[in-house]
């Protein structure tokens, strides 16, 4: 088989399979389990069941970067548009917009104390910026609203192995500041006075937490365009399952479901012999939202 590099019957398989298959499947792994921990996280830091990723506004910062890229081409004439298309370019500007926005984040984390301010400040990063993409959309072409309405959709079968190496990287590097905060994060159910009493050092937890999130969050939304539902609902399917609230459960849990529910998705969404392929985006939510429902009306309650 041409995955152990044997010869294989057409030369397109071993294409098809190599560069195209095993780098998707790899990235909807990465998706999914990086979504699923950070809106566990988030879930869990501000006692919020409707908490997810991307709260903070880095998806909103990392949409923004993409969107002066794309629109903003329609405001200067259009010097730069043959460029957009590169996905190495589109990652660059993605990048750069959320990592502005979590520097923004991380320096009002420093002068608040209530977590609850956080997060009214990370919706109103994402407002702002919305309203910066509405009017570089408002004087955009229609071609460039069409490509980036194409990248808004998300995608997870364009990039390269060197893409996806850079992507595991940053996703590990997430990975390794969460491993600290997994006993603090069972104190901070109980609330941020009862995890300080226990001699848990909040603010250091806090901004693991938040940059743990912000990293997840920002590398996802820059290589494969803003991914809906998995962050926000598959810790509550976990809960469900589980019925625990451990994070040494929890966090292996979300990843394993959370890799598992993009790969269904990614599957649904290719359509029986047809080249198309519908947006992942619509397949999360439209598939996924109905699950959801099902089981809290089985289970008649949510458990943070």
């Given at each position: 088989?041409?995955?152990?590099?044997?010869?294989?019957?057409?030369?397109?398989?071993?294409y098809i399979i190599l560069d195209y298959r095993i780098p998707k499947?790899?990235?909807?792994?990465?998706?999914g389990s990086g979504l699923a921990i950070g809106g566990l996280l988030?879930?869990?830091?501000?006692?919020?069941?409707?908490?997810?990723?991307?709260?903070?506004?880095?998806?909103?910062?990392?949409?923004?970067?993409?969107?002066?890229?794309?629109?903003?081409?329609?405001?200067?004439?259009?010097?730069?548009?043959?460029?957009?298309?590169?996905?190495?370019?589109?990652?660059?500007?993605?990048?750069?917009?959320?990592?502005?926005?979590?520097?923004?984040?991380?320096?009002?984390?420093?002068?608040?104390?209530?977590?609850?301010?956080?997060?009214?400040?990370?919706?109103?990063?994402?407002?702002?910026?919305?309203?910066?993409?509405?009017?570089?959309?408002?004087?955009?072409?229609?071609?460039?609203?069409?490509?980036?309405?194409?990248?808004?959709?998300?995608?997870?079968?364009?990039?390269?192995?060197?893409?996806?190496?850079?992507?595991?990287?940053?996703?590990?590097?997430?990975?390794?500041?969460?491993?600290?905060?997994?006993?603090?994060?069972?104190?901070?159910?109980?609330?941020?006075?009862?995890?300080?009493?226990?001699?848990?050092?909040?603010?250091?937890?806090?901004?693991?937490?938040?940059?743990?999130?912000?990293?997840?969050?920002?590398?996802?939304?820059?290589?494969?365009?803003?991914?809906?539902?998995?962050?926000?609902?598959?810790?509550?399917?976990?809960?469900?399952?589980?019925?625990?609230?451990?994070?040494?459960?929890?966090?292996?849990?979300?990843?394993?479901?959370?890799?598992?529910?993009?790969?269904?998705?990614?599957?649904?969404?290719?359509?029986?012999?047809?080249?198309?392929?519908?947006?992942?985006?619509a397949i999360t939510s439209l598939f996924g939202a109905p699950v959801?429902?099902?089981?809290?009306?089985?289970?008649?309650?949510?458990?943070?």
């Open positions: 088989m041409s995955i152990f590099n044997q010869e294989t019957t057409k030369e397109t398989w071993s499947a790899i990235t909807a792994i990465l998706v988030m879930q869990t830091l501000f006692r919020n069941p409707l908490a997810g990723p991307y709260v903070l506004g880095v998806s909103s910062g990392a949409s923004l970067g993409v969107a002066l890229l794309i629109l903003g081409s329609s405001i200067l004439g259009g010097s730069y548009l043959a460029y957009a298309y590169s996905s190495v370019l589109l990652s660059v500007f993605a990048s750069l917009g959320s990592f502005l926005v979590l520097f923004a984040v991380m320096l009002v984390a420093r002068k608040v104390k209530n977590t609850m301010t956080i997060l009214i400040i990370g919706l109103m990063f994402s407002s702002l910026t919305a309203a910066m993409i509405s009017v570089l959309a408002y004087f955009s072409s229609a071609e460039n609203l069409q490509q980036y309405l194409f990248w808004s959709f998300g995608s997870l079968g364009n990039l390269s192995w060197n893409e996806i190496l850079i992507f595991a990287s940053i996703y590990f590097i997430g990975i390794l500041l969460i491993l600290p905060t997994i006993k603090p994060l069972n104190s901070l159910l109980l609330g941020e006075n009862y995890a300080k009493s226990l001699g848990i050092n909040f603010n250091k937890t806090k901004n693991l937490i938040l940059i743990a999130t912000s990293l997840f969050t920002g590398v996802i939304t820059a290589f494969s365009g803003p991914i809906a539902f998995i962050g926000l609902a598959t810790p509550h399917i976990t809960k469900l399952i589980f019925n625990t609230s451990n994070h040494k459960i929890l966090i292996p849990a979300v990843a394993i479901l959370g890799a598992i529910f993009m790969l269904i998705s990614d599957t649904i969404a290719q359509l029986p012999n047809s080249e198309f392929t519908l947006p992942i985006n959801v429902i099902w089981l809290l009306l089985r289970k008649k309650k949510i458990n943070l």
